[in-house]
């Protein structure tokens, strides 16, 4: 059984290209290997608004700090998740 790796989504409320990546990532821990997706709400840190706010959504992998920025597509999302 293959290892679930935990990646953190930054987004927020009403954000449809957050939407998307949530269905990118969706579809990849579906079809090509196990995700545990941590959606965090960017609004609700002054700190996370400054750092995220015109660049979200963002993937980030918390084992090593490494983040994925919109704009992605699901080939991009596979090279960067399975490189790191």
Known sequence: MALTKTVNLYTTL???LCD???KLLDEYSTKTSPLDIVEIEIADSDVLVDRY???IPVIQLPTNQL???WPFDSALLKVFLTKT
Do not use: F, V
């Open 14 to 16: 009403g954000c449809h």
């Open 20 to 22: 998307d990546a949530l």
């Open 53 to 55: 706010g015109i660049r």
């Open 67 to 69: 983040e994925l920025g």
